[in-house]
């Protein structure tokens, strides 16, 4: 089990094996293609290089993160070999949301802790994190691929338990009892035990003529929806989907 949390020493440890395995590493080669010797063909620091081998295993990464490299540019090389690709998506991304200012301005970069989200009836428990353009976080990527492509056909609701281990009913009954002379800030926070980013959400959600009773606030602290408009691009997701299509792979995975 690691000792740290970071991935240099994972990293270095990995390498090490594989070096005591007589693994031989090439850094700085970039894949090109295969010449016409069906080789495989290579940049490197020194010029192009060609490979002849029996196999090849392709670990090429997605198309996440390019600017550390993985930019998914081998795809064109073998779609002009004729394997289908299916394009590149993101994958375990955030997810945009249209905050106003003054919510954006306040919580950005601040967590959302013990939640739940839902959509199309499924639901994931988790934290999130409030970001300029949304959320982030794991119960959030859990659900990105179904809200990727719900919002394709344009806005599609998520909705949020800010208190999945309250029933409505008692919170209802908590608010219903809550001295009247409460802020609402306060009034989420005793009655409901909402933090700041929380609680911001529910007055996002009330907007300036919203019911206040209590059997409400209890309905939207349990079962608040958000207009999510879209996802993070490729260039921040966690992982990409597509690439080679199934239909290119046998049971061994190899290229048929």
Known sequence: ?????????LLRAWLARLT??????????????????KSLHFEGPEGPVSVACDAAILALGGASWPRLGTDGSWAAILKGGGIKITDFAPANMGVRVDWSDIY????????????ALAVDGIRVRGE???????LEGGAV????HRLRDATQQGPARLFVDLRPDIAEELLAARFAT?????????????????APPAAGLVREALGQDGPRDAA??????????LAVTGTSGLTRAISSAGGISWSEVDADYCLT
């Open 104 to 115: 954006r301005t306040q919580f950005a970069g601040s967590p959302l802790k013990r939640i």
């Open 178 to 194: 809550a001295p009247r002379k409460l802020s609402f800030s306060n009034l989420m926070r005793k009655a409901a035990g909402l």
């Open 128 to 134: 999130a994190m409030v970001t300029d353009e949304g």
């Open 216 to 225: 409400h606030l209890a309905a939207l602290v349990k079962t608040l929806p």
């Open 20 to 37: 005591e395995r007589g693994v031989t590493f090439h850094p700085r080669h970039a894949w090109r293609g295969w010449d016409g010797e």
């Open 141 to 144: 990527y859990a659900l990105s």
């Open 1 to 9: 089990f690691p000792k740290s949390f970071k991935a240099s020493p």
